[in-house]
């Protein structure tokens, strides 16, 4: 059995420690915990353990999980850190309160009007496809300058970037790659890392990591669609 509690207590030492031994750490680390494929229960017992960051990559299940706990529990901070289709813009902005996964034009219009609309401006990530894999989202860093030039014209509150490694090459490269398009572009989040990389992530200057199964155990997919 593995108690969340305890999982979070010794991240939490391991991301302070990393923190404190990085050369190129710019602040306080916000540990999010991805809950995705985890019941509400298990996000409760991660709050009552004073966790109050948390990540979902799905915003179908995102909603279900974490639309009523918000009620329950208003100062859970819940960030998007999956894919986002331009139909579901509306739900995302009203539910979530960062979304990392900025990567194209067409989905910084549709935020920006939701914005708007809902007098709702959340900060957000752009993804960068570091490893330019034709399957995985995020900008080609060739694009990124153009990109974020268009939400600094419409308005965006763009305020960091995002990062998910190709899982067969060395993440540092990738992790010191963010970190310096990051500096050139004056922005000052940086989400990198996640439970099998999260303290090299650190090391390298990484603001947010995204932990998953170091915190709630290993994830079954067994009952999804
Ligand atoms: C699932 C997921 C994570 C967490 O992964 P773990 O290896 O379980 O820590 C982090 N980032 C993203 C984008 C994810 O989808």
Redesign the pocket.
Known sequence: MVSIKENLNNIGKQVKAAQEASLMNKGPVTLVA?S?TNPAEAVLEAYEAGQRVF?E?RVQEALAKFKPLKVEKPDIVLHL??PLQTNKCSEAVALFDVIQTIDRIKLVDSLVKEMSKQDRFIPCYIQVNTGEESQKAGVMPADLKALLDHCRTVKLPVIGLMC?PPVDEEAALHFSFLYKLAEEYGLSRLSMG???D?ETAIRFGATDV?????IFGE?DYSEQA
């Open positions: 991805v995705k990540g990559n850190i999956g998910i996640m439970t099998g999260f995204r932990v998953g199964s170091g994830r």
